[in-house]
T-cell receptor, first 113, second 114 residues
């Protein structure tokens, strides 16, 4: 079955530093990859999505590139802000399924002043 | 105005009881979903519906029963509640059917089973 792996459970950074949150996936189908962000006591919201190999997608200063050769979709930002502190989920879907999103375990990003 | 309404926001139940979690979406979407978030499994898919028809069920237990009385409603009935059912339950919806569709999540219902 499908699976998503996020290797970091917790990332703590100082404001202004770059960040990369890792995401790798496994599926036998053509994938759609998503990053969702969940702030404390809020619902998850879509941050980025992609299904195009080797094309960078950006939103709100975050960016990610889907690499099908390595089954990866890492999330990056060049300069984190205090407001970026949240739980980040990588998720996987594909057109042959029934709308199901398979989520990774999530990475808690904490940005300190 | 909230586009996806979930009621109640918080719910406390006793073991063995039955509860219904309400979800209504006003985004005009045709697909709706339920997810569960707990300390053990951060975000776990439960059900998907399209045009009020069940498309996928990934719950192992028949104690969880979705109910769709209207196109924009997808309630979740949980019977014989157990402490392990304690979690936040998120309803979600999406516009077109398909793997690329962005899913919009409601605010969640936090269920505690004592």
């Amino acid at each position: 079955g499908d699976s998503v792996t996020q290797t970091e459970g917790l990332v703590t950074l100082t404001k202004g530093l770059p960040v990369m949150l890792n995401c790798t996936y496994q599926t036998t189908y053509s994938p759609f990859l998503f990053w969702y962000v969940q702030h404390l006591n809020e619902a998850p919201k879509l941050l980025l999505k992609s299904s195009t190999d080797n094309k960078r997608t950006e939103h709100q200063g975050f960016y990610a590139t889907l690499h099908k050769s390595s089954s990866s979709f890492h999330l990056q930002k060049s300069s984190v802000q205090l407001s970026d502190s949240a739980l980040y989920f990588c998720a996987l879907s594909h057109n042959t399924n029934t709308g199901k999103l398979t989520f990774g375990d999530g990475t808690v990003l904490t940005v300190k002043p | 105005d909230p586009k996806i309404i979930q009621k109640p926001k918080y719910l406390v139940a006793v073991t063995g009881s039955e509860k219904i979690l309400i979800c209504e979406q006003y985004l005009g979407h045709n697909a709706m979903y339920w997810y569960r978030q707990s300390a053990k499994k951060p975000l776990e898919f439960m059900f998907s519906y399209s045009y009020q028809k069940l498309m996928d069920n990934q719950t192992a237990s028949s104690r969880f029963q979705p109910q769709s009385s209207k196109k924009n409603h997808l309630d979740l009935q949980i019977t014989a509640l157990k402490p392990d059912d304690s979690a936040t339950y998120f309803c979600a919806s999406s516009p077109p059917w398909g793997g690329s569709a962005e899913q919009f999540f409601g605010p969640g219902t936090r269920l505690t089973v004592l």
